[in-house]
Every structure is written in structure tokens, then in C-alpha cells.
């Protein structure tokens, strides 16, 4: 693969010191953090330092990061997947987790040490998620046609870009328009910084800006992530989604979903919505300007309907 | 009426200096800003310090700023006419400048001073505009029913607070939402903290959170303004109107908008949309951050066909 972005791999180990790059610095900086502990793990999950795949990379490095805790070491690993669990509550990080630790337990009552038991079975997992992204990278080039504009939100962590990379090498020519994707701003930041490394052509638009571009067609294809999926084909993603998907089914654009094992829960009904600090809206200037009777309503994520969903490409079960 | 807000009337004469509220400085600060000539005054609008109904109120006023004029007096109304029409494609400020030269016009013919024509012009204008729009306000506290949850989007010139305020004063509880209409934020800045003033509760949402807001029945009913409107009864209207629109309808949440006559505009296609600079979305802290590929979309308006409009208030003739 001709390209890689730095959104497609946000953390790694170094020295024994995870480094999460820091992607609210980004496109003004290239940072890494360094996280030493389950603390500073939690920390950078819950401040949004580092977002979706990334925090899966956080959260199974985290418990390579605890391997020398003193004491009884499988009840130390079991506190650090509840601390993480706890981090977010629309992610579903027990899941993970509980592997990572069930291993333990299971290796512990075979006789083999939990911190060889756990290096292995992050590792591996590590493995085999690169693996299975860097096909679906492939697949996601599949679906991009010569002459598309494509529509995507949010950010979906490299793996849009280095599918565009493909794309162009294989001589399509695809243009891209991305929202802002208040309030992070994920789309400004990162999806149009990566898709530029990518050398695509890509226009900014608001939010609120995406009936008016269907209208007009300047967009025929739409490709957005999801932090989570359901059984029934329903999926939770960034806030805004939703009526993406609407204004998509009433301007008949395909919309394709970037999808991953549902794990057990049945519909979107079934995802709790994180609602984020009313701060994040009304705070200005480090200051807060409205009196007491002003409120601010930011779900983080909203959940689009398996109807609304053209194709949905899944990673390859396993994780 | 008890409450009348600073975005009801933010421009008027003193000294013989016209003075317009700085609303990009709202809700930090109620700053005027002196405009005494048509080019000042093309600045204020050019640079968006003042929108929609306020900037009528330059445009209207600003006839009496240049009576001072040297030479011939009509030829230089048709100037400044002329130099008000073109500051902003998607506003029909010629209807409103032709009247106003016309009247010059037909006086001089009858031995008028067009000084005293203008002035007699321009005063009955703004008395008539005011009764009016006064009496819409009366309108709006109507449709507004016991226990609304009530959407908006941008700002409606202080029409919808002073409503709020009537219906607080009849007994009514109602609640609000309001966009934070990006870029520009007007929602953030102007209609939260008008709101607030008028002692409504008001709770500030991202522009992409509404289908989540109406998915979950927070809101029954959406107001919003117009900029322009066609005898087909399409309106334009600050960006992000049109997909307010389609998902109300989606929805079924009633949709009101706040209209104006049509002065021979057939429908919405015939109204020129004014695309914005794209350093408004490209520029960050002063700084451009992307390459040369990057670019950005921002149409000031979007149409709403009028098929989407549940009812329309309209201000009554005569402008």
C-alpha cells in the first residue's frame, strides 16, 4: 500500500510507553502522548484525545502498560478493564477487555503466567485487526467508481484515505467533500488533512450544508464509519449521521457503512448515547456567556436505521 | 410589549450618523458601529456585521446620509442605488432602492427637493416596517401553544423572543431549541442570548443533531425565518433550512416560516444563492492550514420548496 495515514494507526508502543497521537492537535501538529498507566489511558480516552479505532489500540495496549503491577496481577488486570470499561459509555470496551483478562484467567489456572498469557493475546490481536483493516481498505477501494463524489463525516481513521490512494492509482478520479462535523470538528481537522496527504481533491462543507450539495448533486455516493454496530444491521456513529442517512434516502444516494461485529446487541435501540458536557456548546473563549435558563444538548453519537443503509462492509469477524 | 430585543430594530439614525449593531460581536458585546456613508454602509453589510432585517435598515437609511451630497442629487441617489444593489447578490435591496429613487424621481418631476422626498420616503418606510412587523410578532405568540418545544435555526431578528415573551405573559410554557447555524453561529450568538433575554429556557444544539432532536420528539414544532420569498411560496433562508426542512417532514413536525412578499420572484430557483469565501471555513486562527486542493463550500442559503412549509406568517404588504 502505496500510502498509510497516521489516523490508521494512532498508537503504538515504545520503549514500554504507548505514544497516542494527540488528535486534537492535528492538522496543526503531528503529537504524540505518552501514556505510562491505566490513568493517563483513561484520561486520554475520555478527553477525546485520540477517538474510535484509537481507542481500541489504547485500551488492549493499556494492559501490556500493567503487566508489572505488584500483587495479585489477574485481580490488578481485572480493575484496569473495569477502569476502562467506564471510560466511555457507548463503547463497548468490556467486550475487549473481558477477553484480554478471560485469557489470563484461563492461561492462570493452566499454570501459565497472566503477563506472558496477555502480551501474547494483545499482540495477536493487534495482528490480526491490521490484518483484517488493511483488507477492508481494499474493499472500500472496491466500491469507489471512476467520477464519484463521495460525501463522508466525521473521521473513519485513515482507512477512507488509503482506500482513495488505491483508488488513484488504479486511475479513478474521485472527488471528496467532508463536513466540519461539529463540535470536534473531526471532519476539518482530520478527514480533510488525510485525504489531502492522499492527494484528493476535497471541499469542506458545514453541517448543516449536506441538503443543499444532494440537491444539487455534487455528491452521488456517501461513505461514513460506525463506532458501533447491532445484530439487525443498525449503527451508532458521530452525531450527525442520522440525518445524513435521511437526506440521503430522500435524495436516492447510496449510503455505505463501514461496519463491525455487532457482539451480541440487537438493534440501535440497544446502544446507549453518550451525551457529552453542555460545555462543549456554550463555553466560548474559555468563558461561559449565557445565564443559567441556557442549555446545550450534544448526544455524541445518534443511531441510523439497518433501512437507510445501502451496504454496509464489515470488518472480518474475530475481534 | 414588555420585551423588545436589540435584534428587532439594530439600526437607527442620531446625529446624523446611523448607527448599526456590531452582531458578530453579540452576545460578548452591544456594540454600534457608526456608519455615515454608502460606502460604510456597503462595508457593514459586505462583512455581514448586520443580516437580513437589519440589513434593510442600512439600506433604507443610508439614503439619508448622502442628501448632503454636492451636484446632481438624483444622479447620485442612483449611485448609491446602485452600489447598495450590489453588495449582496441574494438580497432584493433594488426592489426597496427603486422605490425610495423612484419617489426622488416623480417629486422632482413636480418640482419636489428630492432631499424632502427621500426624508418623507424613508421615515414612512420604517414607521410602516415597525407597525408590521409588531403586529407578525402578535402572530407568532398565536401559533405558539402550552407545552411547545419549539426548533429554530439562525436568527429571526428578535421576532421570536418578543413572541416568547408574549406567550410567557399569557400563561404558555414553552421551550426552545436553537441551532448553532454554522459558520457564522448566529443561533449560538444571537438567538440563545435574545432568547435568554426574553427569560426563555433555550437549549443550543450542533446543526447535525437535529434529526436525533426530532427522532426523539424533543421538539413539536420548527419557526424559522425567511430571507427571501417566491409567489410559489419557496423561501431562502440561511443554510441548513432546506435539510431542517426535509427532516421535519420526515418527521411530522410542523414547519413555520416567517415570510415576506414575493415582489415578482416566481420561485425559489430564481433566486440567486450567494456563495461565501471559502477562507470562512478554511481559515483557522487566522492561518490557512490546508493545501491547494483543499477547498471549501458555504452557500449563504439554501431554498425550501414550499411544499415542505406547514404555514406561513407573512409580514403584511406594503414594502
Redesign the interface.
Known amino acids: 500500500m502505496s500510502f498509510e495515514s497516521p489516523l490508521f494507526w494512532p498508537a503504538y508502543m515504545k520503549d514500554g510507553v504507548l505514544h497516542v497521537l494527540d488528535e486534537t492537535m492535528v ?2 501538529k503531528l503529537k504524540y502522548i505518552p501514556v505510562k498507566n491505566v490513568k493517563e489511558a483513561v484520561a486520554v480516552i475520555r478527553d477525546m484525545k485520540t477517538r474510535a479505532f484509537g481507542q481500541f489500540l489504547v485500551v488492549l495496549n493499556t494492559f501490556l502498560l500493567e503487566l508489572n503491577a505488584k500483587g495479585d496481577i489477574l485481580k490488578h488486570l481485572q480493575k484496569v478493564a473495569q477502569e476502562l470499561n467506564n471510560s466511555r459509555p457507548t463503547f463497548p470496551f468490556a467486550e475487549v477487555t473481558g477477553i484480554v483478562v478471560g485469557a489470563a484467567q484461563k492461561g492462570a489456572a493452566n499454570g501459565v503466567d497472566p503477563r506472558v498469557t496477555v502480551g501474547k493475546t494483545v499482540q495477536g490481536f493487534l495482528a490480526g485487526i491490521r490484518a483484517r483493516r488493511m483488507q477492508r481498505v481494499q474493499e472500500i477501494a472496491e466500491v469507489m467508481q471512476d467520477k464519484d463524489s463521495i460525501l463522508t ?1 466525521c473521521n473513519v481513521s485513515g482507512e477512507l484515505a488509503m482506500a482513495a490512494s488505491i483508488a488513484f492509482s488504479q486511475g479513478k478520479r474521485i472527488k471528496f ?1 467532508a ?5 470536534y470538528m473531526q471532519g ?1 481537522k482530520l478527514t ?2 488525510e485525504l ?1 496527504q492522499a ?15 444532494m ?1 444539487d448533486r ?1 455528491v452521488n455516493k456517501v461513505i461514513i464509519g460506525s463506532d458501533r454496530s447491532a445484530a439487525n444491521g443498525d449503527i451508532a456513529n458521530k ?2 449521521s ?2 445524513i442517512a ?2 440521503a434516502k ?1 435524495f436516492e444516494i447510496p449510503l455505505i457503512v463501514l461496519t463491525q461485529p455487532s457482539k451480541g446487541v440487537a438493534s440501535g435501540q440497544d446502544m446507549p448515547i453518550e451525551l457529552r458536557d ?1 460545555d462543549e ?2 463555553v ?1 473563549g474559555g468563558k461561559k ?3 443559567p ?7 455524541g453519537f ?1 443511531v441510523v436505521p439497518h433501512e437507510l443503509i445501502t451496504k454496509a462492509i464489515a470488518i472480518n469477524a474475530g475481534l
Open positions: 492538522p496543526g463525516h467533500f463536513t466540519e462535523t461539529r463540535p476539518a480533510v488533512w489531502q492527494r484528493a481533491q476535497v471541499t469542506l462543507v458545514p453541517d448543516n450544508a449536506v441538503a443543499s450539495l440537491a455534487l452525531i450527525g442520522y440525518q435521511v437526506l430522500e453542555a456548546l456554550l466560548f456567556v449565557f445565564g435558563k441556557v442549555l446545550g444538548f450534544y448526544p445518534d
